[in-house]
C-alpha cells in the first residue's frame, strides 16, 4: 500500500474504492448499489459514505498523524517540551482518532472492518512503530496478541521506548487493558493464596493453569514449605511460555511436582483431546487470560471438559472483561488486539445452557471493574454438562 497521507484527492478516493471493492463492495457514484460481499447483501453502500471514508483518512487522520509529527520533533529536537503536556495532548487525541474510526466503521459493512483498520495503522506507523507495546502487539512475534513477553512488560508497567515511542508506551500502560490485567492478576493471587491457605493441611493438592503463559500470579505468592504436596500442571501452547513458567516456579517452589503440558486448547475441546492430557483430578482449574479470545462454542465445551477434570468440591476458576465496561479503542486501533465482547448476563445465559446450578456459581471483580472473574464448584449435585 502506498502512503496514502501524499496521495491526491481523486488518486485516494480510487485507492479506498479499490480496496474496498478487493473486498467485494463496490461504491455507486449515484445510486445505492446492494454489496455483493458474503454476509453483508443487506448492506447499500454509497458514494456519500465513500466521501466520509475519503474524509476521514484525508483530512481527519493526516491532522492527526501531522500532530504526531510535530510532538515527534519536540521530543528528539529540542530540550524545550513537557512531557506530561505532550502525553496528556497525545493521549486524548488519541482516543478521539480512534472515536472518529469507530464511527466509520460502524457505516461501513462488518467485513470491511479489518481493512479499514489495516490502513488506519498503515498511515501512523512511521509515528507509533517506536512504541515497544504498539510494535509488538502489531508483529505479533509468536502469532497471536498478549504472548508472555508482553504480558510480563504490561505486569511490571515500565515504558520502554524513547521519545513519542516512550508516549504511546505509556498511553498503552494506562489504558483499561494493563490495569485491568495488572489487576487481574493481583486478584488471582490472593484467591491462590486465599485457597492454599484453607487447604493447608490437605496432602497432594493439584492446580491445573490452563493458558498459563509465565504463571506471574502464581510466582508471586508465598507457598510455605517450597510448595511441597503441591501438584501444578501448567498448559499452554506456546513451548516458550510452558518453559519460562516452569523454569521460575521451579526456582519459586523447589518442593512443587511441575508438569508441563505443551498442548494447545483447542485439542481439549473434545473428549479424545481430554484423554490426552493424563492429567489426574485437579482441586483447583483455572485461567485468567484465555476465555476472552475463545467463541461461545469452544467455551461450552472447554467448560464441560474442565469440570470433568475438577475432583469432587473443585473449583473452577476463569477470568474474562467486560465489555460494557472495558474501553479497548486504544488497544484495537493502535495495536490489533481484540477480544470477543462478552459480559456476566452473557456467562449467565452460558451457565444456563450448561445447565449449571446457579448455586455453585459465583462472581466477583478485580478492584476496577473491568474484569470479572466466574468461581463454579463441582458437587455431586451439579447436573451433568452437554
Known sequence: MENLSVLSESELRQKIIAAFQKEGIDFSMSHPIPSKAKGSSSKRISSDVCDQVLSFFKKDLWSFAKSLEKFSNELTKTLDF???????????????????????????????????????????WPWIKNSYFV????????????????????????????????????????????????????????????????????????????????????????????????????????????????????????????????????????????????????????????????????ILKLLGNLTDLLSEEGLLIFAHKDHLIYNPRIADWFCDWKYYDRSQKDFENIFKNLGIDPANISFSREKDGYIFFVKIRKTSANKKMQ
Open 82 to 124: 513537557d512531557v506530561h503536556e505532550i502525553y496528556t495532548k497525545i493521549a486524548s487525541s488519541s482516543e478521539e482518532i480512534a472515536q472518529e474510526a469507530d464511527k466509520v466503521v460502524e457505516k461501513l459493512p462488518k467485513n470491511t472492518e479489518k481493512m479499514i483498520k489495516e490502513m488506519f495503522r498503515y498511515v501512523l
Open 135 to 298: 510494535n509488538r502487539g502489531l508483529l505479533k512475534p509468536h502469532g497471536f496478541p498478549g504472548d508472555y513477553i508482553i504480558v510480563e512488560a504490561m505486569y511490571d508497567g515500565n515504558a520502554k521506548s524513547l521519545g513519542l515511542g516512550y508516549i504511546y508506551d505509556t498511553i498503552f500502560l494506562n489504558t483499561q487493558l494493563c490495569q485491568g490485567l495488572r489487576n487481574r492478576k493481583d486478584q488471582m493471587k490472593q484467591i491462590l493464596s486465599n485457597y492454599l491457605n484453607q487447604k493447608k493441611r490437605k496432602k497432594n493438592i493439584k492446580i491445573f493453569n490452563v493458558g498459563c503463559g509465565g504463571s506471574r500470579e502464581l510466582r508471586e505468592i508465598s507457598v510455605p514449605g517450597g510448595g511441597e504436596g503441591i501438584k501444578i500442571y501448567l498448559m499452554d501452547f506456546d513451548p516458550k511460555a510452558l518453559a519460562f513458567s516452569k523454569t521460575h516456579l521451579q526456582s519459586k517452589l523447589p518442593n512443587a511436582e511441575i508438569v508441563s503440558l505443551n498442548i494447545d486448547v483447542r485439542e481439549i475441546v473434545v473428549k479424545k483431546g481430554v484423554s490426552k492430557l493424563n492429567i489426574d483430578q485437579c482441586d483447583l482449574i483455572y485461567s485468567i487470560g484465555l476465555f476472552d479470545y475463545l467463541p461461545d462454542r469452544v
